[in-house]
T-cell receptor, first 116, second 113 residues
Framework: KAGVTQTPRYLIKTRGQQVTLSCSPI?????VSWYQQTPGQGLQFLFE???????NKGNFPGRFSGRQFSNSRSEMNVSTLELGDSALYLC???????????????FGAGTRLSVL | KQEVTQIPAALSVPEGENLVLNCSFT??????LQWFRQDPGKGLTSLLL?????REQTSGRLNASLDKSSGRSTLYIAASQPGDSATYLC????????????FGDGTTLTVKP
């Protein structure tokens, strides 16, 4: 069974540009979460999508947005990039059940974004 | 505010030693707690998940415990090996069926041959 796949693995952009990152969850998983990881702030929750609906949202500006498609694949978009957006962006999927091991989050390898 | 803290930030031990990594959380209404491992520049690998109704989980040389009343979780690694060197993160989830976790900053473990 394939794991969580994130594309691209590396990205270099300049300030003011926008970027779209992609995440394909494990087959059958309907929940997809996005996190930003930086040396200074650690891992911070961006948002979670479940059945094409945003279910949770972290404390990030509106420049960060996402969506989920009917096949559970998810995209994250960052508009008007700033230097501080340079980070490792991680996607996680989980098989949502009413409690139990279904809440295990499985992470992809991440997309390393550098903003110049 | 839900916060997760991991102390120490770094730990170095000789090969073969048993060790304990600590994780503290401020909100006892935790739903589950998950331990991850992260190698440099890589994503996170799930090690163990403990539901709020459980006290501990075991997988091979790893044992994780959860004490909601004290707001603590520990990850015990038996007979450490150089391949265990990595950053270990704990994450608390406060919502049922929700993929939103609050992460600690991690403990970077170095196991010396």
């Amino acid at each position: 069974k394939a794991g969580v796949t994130q594309t691209p693995r590396y990205l270099i952009k300049t300030r003011g540009q926008q970027v779209t990152l992609s995440c394909s969850p494990i087959s059958g998983h309907r929940s997809v979460s996005w996190y930003q990881q930086t040396p200074g702030q650690g891992l911070q929750f961006l948002f979670e999508y479940f059945s094409e609906t945003q279910r949770n949202k972290g404390n990030f500006p509106g420049r960060f947005s996402g969506r989920q498609f009917s096949n559970s694949r998810s995209e994250m978009n960052v508009s008007t990039l700033e230097l501080g957006d340079s980070a490792l962006y991680l996607c996680a999927s989980s098989l949502v059940t009413a409690g139990g091991p279904g809440n295990i989050q499985y992470f992809g390898a991440g997309t390393r974004l550098s903003v110049l | 505010k839900q916060e997760v803290t991991q102390i120490p930030a770094a730990l170095s031990v000789p090969e073969g030693e048993n060790l304990v990594l600590n994780c503290s959380f401020t909100d006892s209404a935790i739903y589950n707690l998950q331990w991850f491992r992260q190698d440099p520049g890589k994503g996170l690998t799930s090690l163990l998940l403990i539901q709020s109704s459980q006290r501990e989980q075991t997988s091979g040389r790893l044992n994780a415990s959860l004490d909601k009343s004290s707001g603590r979780s520990t990850l015990y690694i038996a007979a450490s090996q150089p391949g265990d060197s990595a950053t270990y993160l704990c994450a608390g989830s406060y919502n049922t069926n929700a993929g939103k976790s609050t992460f600690g900053d991690g403990t970077t473990l170095t196991v010396k041959p």
